[in-house]
């Protein structure tokens, strides 16, 4: 093994390119998406060294175009997914007693990939995949996950060099071991950096892993496997199987070398999850750690100093980028009714002025939803606006299923502060907002902290420095990433740590050393450099 204290590259944020008319990244990018759209890829189970085929396959579309096959998945059955296990903790051994050194060098040579030669794929694949427009898709498949690979390296060196004091006599020492047993990483649709970062961040702190994909981000996920081979990730230590959720995690929670779940996903599946944990208890080994994020009802609030343009922009933002789609997007906002006419015009006409339509055309801002079912209900949501009387729609309220799932994006004004689309996740281009009485400042606070049970990301807008200390104040339960004259999405690896609590996850941090921890069992070791041979205290003599 080798010898000395190692300190591995500076941790920087990656710069996103610009992909401007002529630039060079927007050929590349344009050309691997041309290359993807046409052909079809077969994408298997991969346990251990093998890839595996088991003909029970799905297609994979593209959202903006739910009729165009990219390719097909092949589906896991009961047997496999008890094999990813047994290949996984066969992995263990060699992977937990990896020097750390050989496992950073693994996941820093897997960022330079993604920089590099990998970048137009994985951002060609995550625009047909999960319909990004190329700047959505380049802050995240491309420099996000460069980031969480990257920081994750620092934070680990960070977390070893962590160690207790010792005096003269004696050595302590703090070793930080992989949990006992494999973890379980279940990921989202809407981001490709959560999907490789959730199973990355566990295997980095020399843990095995069973990752299970998104079924609609498949085709992405396909980029990240060939950038974790190519880095060398050895065969077992991250074991990729795609299926019926509920079956896959059954096998899961019902081993007793579960350890613990890496998860982002919707609140309900999380509860249920955790459920499952509880029953099965008695069961494990150890007690398993329970990491998610889940979801947002994600506000944006004017105090009546704020400047219109930039509310109005931080909701657009806000709201509107990649359709909604992201468990920190904006989807109630409180504006001051001396503010809402020149917020309202803004709104509309910011709105009025988005193309829509497939993200290979970079004038597009917005594209379409991820499947069919996550189309009807935002339908169903904006049909009842239209029929309520206590909410109308200021701009957009169509939507279009014929070529792709495109829904206009749709603002909502309510008379009542607990309209339904002020309290429930859509998670779609669908913002509500209620104006209420300038005088009702402090009123208005509470509402923001008690209409949600969520509390991941929010927002307030003001140039009054007192109205933002007691808005920082009174809503410091009600959001995890809590910005101030900004837009409420946007956390950057290594400035904005990501997480929340309440109905919103356990907090554990996303881009922090915070959520490593979650993936080490710390041992203490303490060495006496002289042994006491007599149990005699000096307190025990008579005199």
Request: glycine letters at 6%; hydrophobic letters at 40%; aromatic letters at 12%.
């Amino acid at each position: 093994m080798l010898k000395g204290f190692f300190h591995v590259p500076k941790a920087v944020n990656e710069p996103v390119k610009t992909y401007a008319p002529n630039s060079p990244e927007k050929k590349a990018v344009k050309d691997a998406y041309t290359k993807m759209w046409n052909e079809t890829i077969e994408v298997p189970l991969y346990i251990g060294s093998e890839e595996i085929r088991t003909g029970n396959t799905k297609n994979m579309t593209a959202p903006h175009d739910h009729q165009h096959v990219v390719g097909k998945y092949h589906l896991a059955e009961k047997q496999h997914v008890e094999k990813a296990i047994a290949n996984a903790l066969e992995a263990k051994h060699a992977w937990a007693d990896m020097a750390w050194e050989q496992r950073a060098a693994i996941f820093l040579k897997a960022a330079e990939l993604i920089a590099g030669p990998y970048r137009a794929r994985i951002n060609a694949a995550t625009m047909i995949a999960q319909s990004k427009t190329i700047f959505q898709a380049e802050i995240d498949a491309a420099c996000e996950l460069i980031d969480f690979l990257r920081f994750n390296v620092e934070y680990m060196t960070q977390i070893y060099n962590d160690q207790p004091n010792s005096p003269s006599d004696m050595w302590n020492r703090l070793e930080y071991r992989p949990l006992e047993g494999f973890v379980y990483a279940v990921t989202p649709f809407n981001f490709t950096a959560i999907a490789a970062n959730l199973p990355a961040s566990a295997a980095m702190m020399g843990n095995v892993v069973l990752w299970k994909p998104s079924d609609s981000q498949v085709f992405s996920a396909k980029i990240i496997i060939d950038v974790f081979k190519e880095a060398g990730v050895p065969d077992g230590v991250i074991n990729v199987v795609f299926g019926d959720a509920a079956m896959i995690s059954d096998v899961v929670f019902n081993h007793a070398d579960f350890a613990g779940i890496h998860f982002t996903g919707s609140t309900h599946v999380f509860k249920d999850i955790w459920g499952h944990i509880g029953q099965n208890i008695h069961k494990y080994k150890t007690y398993p750690r329970i990491v998610g994020e889940t979801g947002g009802k994600d506000f944006v609030l004017a105090h009546p100093s704020a400047n219109v343009k930039q509310v109005a922009t931080g909701i657009v933002r806000g709201a509107f980028e990649f359709q909604g789609q992201k468990c920190s997007a904006a989807s109630r906002g409180y504006i001051p009714q001396s503010l809402w006419p020149a917020v309202k015009d803004q709104l509309i006409a910011d709105v009025k002025s988005f193309k829509m339509g497939s993200p290979e055309d970079f004038t597009n801002f917005i594209t379409a939803v991820i499947h069919e079912g996550s189309f009807d209900k935002l339908a169903s949501y904006i049909d009842q606006a239209k029929k309520d009387a206590d909410a109308e729609i200021i701009v957009g309220g169509n939507y279009d299923k014929s070529k792709g799932w495109f829904i206009e994006p749709t603002i909502i004004v309510t008379t009542n502060p607990k309209y339904k689309t002020m309290e429930t996740e859509l998670f779609g281009p669908v913002m509500t907002i209620y104006v209420y009485e300038d005088a009702k400042w402090a009123d208005t606070l509470k509402l923001v902290d008690q209409t949600s049970e969520y509390a991941l990301t929010g927002a307030v807008f003001s140039q009054d420095r007192y109205a933002i200390e007691e808005a920082t104040v009174a809503l410091k339960n009600a959001a995890g990433n809590f910005y101030i004259n900004d837009k409420p999405t946007g956390a950057v690896v290594g400035q904005q740590p990501f997480g929340g609590a309440r109905a919103s996850g356990t907090n554990d941090k996303a881009g922090s050393a915070l959520n490593l921890l979650r993936w080490v069992s710390p041992r203490t070791i303490k060495e006496t450099f002289v042994t006491p041979t007599d149990y005699r205290y000096p307190f025990l003599a008579e005199k």
